[in-house]
């Protein structure tokens, strides 16, 4: 692997399946999950880089450069599992690469994270904003604050955040030009008109009680991928691979086999 290449752990046997995380976090964050899908999937870790142990590479932070980063560690050909920001990079990737792509499985994602006049199950852009503001002051509480409003409503709140808390910075503090221009990537990218050139099958997963990407957004993205699936968990919030690992991989396995 070149030095410039992301982070990636490989572990399994089966269909590739690659795993990309959310902001601020890094791949350590699905290890409640690897034991399970392992034994089904040959499932590839990456960090995001500029998170956990991937080198942050030259050039603008987009998404289109994530995606090509990512593209150059992982199989010729995967099924793709992206949580949040992770779900706007696999979604780029299955909208631009469909070659490289088995399915698609997003999680706690949307094809635009901040509200808009047309789009209103969305974040606030004074929420965004904030967290930008908060950033350049502090970047470690801001990352903590961001993690703990992911887990908020869960049944699991408590065994969540203690969770996401003691993974963060395991592998010491992301890049703080990934943090900055990953909340400019959640604020700006839009989707939405390009989610009809997805052909590849496209499982959407959401909590009811997320507070990021509101569940109403569900019924919205159908309309713009009519051929997409999704599920929403009655009790979960922001991750509900933490909250109900076990009906999450049940969800993951019943899409991927069918």
């Not at 034994?39 to 603008?60: A, C, Q, T």
């Not at 955040?161 to 010491?172: E, P, Q, S, Y």
């Amino acid at each position: 692997m070149s030095k410039l290449e992301p982070y990636i752990e490989s572990i399994g046997q089966g269909p590739d399946l690659v795993l990309l995380h959310g902001w601020g976090l890094h791949s350590g964050i699905w290890e409640l999950m690897t034991e399970q899908l392992s034994k089904s999937y040959r499932l590839h870790l990456i960090d995001l880089p500029g998170f956990g142990r991937s080198p942050l590479p030259g050039g603008d932070y987009t998404v289109e450069l994530l995606s090509e980063q990512i593209l150059k560690v992982a199989p010729e050909k995967a099924h793709y599992l992206g949580w949040s920001m992770g779900g706007l990079v696999t979604t780029n990737i299955a909208i631009n690469h469909p070659d490289r792509v088995e399915s698609l499985i997003t999680v706690s994602s949307s094809p635009r994270f901040v509200q808009a006049d047309d789009w209103q199950h969305a974040m606030k852009p004074n929420i965004m904003d904030s967290f930008c503001r908060f950033l350049e002051e502090d970047y470690q509480g801001t990352i903590i604050r961001f993690l703990a409003i992911q887990a908020i409503g869960s049944e699991t709140q408590k065994e969540d955040i203690r969770r996401l808390r003691d993974t963060v910075f395991i592998h010491g503090m992301p890049a703080s030009r990934a943090l900055r221009e990953g909340l400019s990537l959640l604020n700006d990218v839009d989707f939405r008109s390009q989610l009809k050139d997805i052909t590849v099958p496209f499982l959407r997963l959401y909590g009811r009680l997320d507070s990021l990407v509101p569940a109403k957004a569900a019924d919205e993205v159908k309309k713009l991928s009519p051929h997409s699936q999704h599920h929403v968990f009655p009790k979960a919030s922001h991750a509900p691979f933490l909250s109900h690992t076990d009906q999450f991989i049940e969800k993951v396995n019943e899409f991927l086999a069918s």
